[in-house]
């Protein structure tokens, strides 16, 4: 298997965008009416991020997050994150509630997205080379072989496992 998880570069939305425009939307909204205009819908894939496989470095690091129209595993090279979220300074080693993601802007499709975190332990991961490499843990599909699959038709949560160490 060729698991070659390079996250593409392309569609640099930057999550906080978004959220400026959902701020700005609810600034405007009356609530005096429940019209639903012609704006584009751009649901929120939001939740935790939990890990169950055992950590290889110390705990602490970033986590990216992102949504691919294809699944990055099997398409490196073609794959684009609509998508995605960076956690800076996650601390596993720290009791509390499991770190949150949120991701705006994916338009709703029939067909499946791809929804993939990694958990960048041992530091070498940046925003222009967000890949994961050996060190890591990364959420993985052990049936489909994969990315975790969501099928988004409106604001969702999907809650992420990191579940598999990067064997490389
Ligand atoms: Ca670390
Ligand atoms: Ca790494």
Same mark, same amino acid.
């Given at each position: 298997?060729?698991?070659?998880?390079?996250?593409?570069?392309?569609? /640099?939305?930057?999550? =906080? $965008?978004? @959220?400026?425009?959902?701020? *700005?939307?609810?600034?405007?909204?009356?609530?005096? @009416?429940?019209?639903?205009?012609? $704006?584009?819908?751009?649901?929120? !894939?939001?939740?935790? !991020?939990?890990? =169950?496989?055992?950590?290889v470095e110390?705990?602490?690091?970033?986590?990216?997050?992102?949504?691919? @129209?294809? /699944?990055?595993?099997?398409?490196?090279?073609?794959?684009?994150?609509?998508? %995605?979220?960076?956690? %800076?300074?996650?601390?596993?080693? #720290?009791?509390?509630?499991?770190?949150?993601?949120?991701?705006?802007?994916?338009?709703?499709? &029939?067909?499946?997205?791809?929804?993939?975190?990694?958990? /960048?332990?041992n530091?070498?991961?940046?925003? +222009? $080379?967000? *890949?994961? /490499?050996k060190g890591d843990?990364? =959420?993985?599909?052990?049936?489909?072989?994969? =990315?975790?699959?969501?099928?988004?038709?409106? &604001?969702? +949560?999907?809650? #992420?496992?990191?579940?598999?160490?990067?064997?490389?």
């Amino acid at each position: 298997m060729t698991l070659i998880l390079l996250l593409a570069c392309t569609g /640099d939305t930057i999550t =906080s $965008e978004f @959220d400026t425009e959902v701020e *700005a939307d609810a600034l405007l909204d009356t609530g005096a @009416d429940a019209d639903t205009d012609s $704006e584009p819908e751009t649901p929120t !894939i939001q939740g935790q !991020i939990t890990y =169950s496989e055992d950590l290889v470095e110390d705990g602490f690091g970033n986590i990216y997050v992102a949504v691919f @129209d294809k /699944d990055p595993v099997w398409n490196s090279n073609s794959a684009t994150a609509l998508g %995605r979220q960076v956690l %800076r300074d996650v601390d596993f080693n #720290i009791d509390g509630p499991p770190p949150s993601y949120s991701v705006s802007g994916i338009p709703p499709r &029939s067909s499946a997205y791809y929804l993939l975190a990694f958990f /960048d332990d041992n530091g070498t991961a940046s925003d +222009t $080379e967000p *890949a994961p /490499d050996k060190g890591d843990l990364i =959420s993985f599909d052990q049936t489909t072989l994969g =990315s975790p699959q969501i099928v988004v038709s409106g &604001s969702a +949560t999907h809650d #992420i496992d990191l579940n598999m160490k990067m064997p490389w």
